[in-house]
């Protein structure tokens, strides 16, 4: 699908300034939002308390390769980008909208070598299959839909047999205690560890100039292989560690 040039040019930029509280260091993201109702379109809640703990974490970005499922207009990975990682952007293949509108935010903050192409949760295709190895996989409210949580964990799971110690780093919007990824991790030998939002500067209301998240309750989530499904590789990059452990989504 082509992109309409009356939907470019209603395309507003929004900008997110990331700031640290110990320093004078700060970094402004420009992202193209459009209102419409595909959710790839607009800046989500969730997305902006991943890219603060991108931010908060800038120093171990640098070099690494970075994957972001279903980017949308791809905060959390232009971030990445901006902070000197290695970073490809995807979305549903069957949303060229939402692709274009990654492309949009790649262009507005300068960034020439960030990848964007089509991966849809739980198709194992050829893009899938000719990655590179990923250090870490990134997704903001991925965990959206009951019915893509297993898809999600499936793509993931693929990722991993090209790098063991490839990490997930993801936010979850929660709307409904009944919804558990505990069966399913277990199902895919995966492991997950919950990150308090305080210990990254996230616990606020309003994060890097903005209104959001807001009210919504967001929480934040490392899944990794499973401990004893294969032995680590030497010299493997590994994320901050954290103690708390989570088993469901809720």
């Known amino acids: 699908m082509e992109e309409s040039g009356e939907e470019a ?7 997110f300034t990331f700031k640290d509280a110990k320093s004078p260091e700060s970094l402004s993201v420009c992202i193209p939002e459009v209102l419409d109702p595909q959710y790839g379109m607009y800046v989500w809640p969730c997305a902006v308390v991943l890219a603060q703990y991108l931010w908060f974490h800038r120093d171990q970005l640098r070099g690494r390769a ?3 499922l279903g980017a949308g207009v791809g905060l959390p990975g232009v971030l990445a980008a901006r902070c000197g990682a290695r970073v490809s952007l995807s979305d549903g293949s069957d949303r060229p909208r939402c692709l274009e509108n990654g ?6 903050n300068g960034l020439r070598d960030v990848g964007v192409l089509g991966l849809s949760w739980g198709d194992v295709t050829p893009e ?3 990655l590179p190895p990923q250090d870490v996989v990134l997704g903001s409210d991925v965990f959206y839909d009951p019915e893509d949580f297993e898809d999600v ?3 993931f799971v693929c990722l991993l047999r090209k790098n063991p110690e490839a990490q997930f780093w993801t936010t979850y ?7 558990s990824l505990e069966a399913l ?6 492991r997950c560890v919950s990150v308090p939002l305080a210990d990254f500067g996230a616990d ?9 998240p807001g009210s919504h309750t967001v929480h934040m989530m490392i899944i990794s292989r499973g401990s004893g499904v294969n032995p680590p590789a030497q010299g493997s990059p590994s994320a901050p560690r954290h103690t708390a452990c989570c088993s469901a989504a809720q």
């Open 9 to 15: 040019a209603s395309a507003a930029c929004r900008v």
């Open 128 to 130: 899938l299959l000719l």
């Open 173 to 179: 919007q929660v709307r409904s205690s009944d919804w």
């Open 185 to 190: 991790l277990r199902r895919w030998r995966l």
């Open 103 to 108: 492309r949009r935010s790649c262009a507005a």
């Open 66 to 68: 970075v994957l972001e």
């Open 204 to 212: 606020g209301c309003e994060l890097a100039g903005s209104a959001l």
């Open 153 to 155: 964990l499936v793509t």
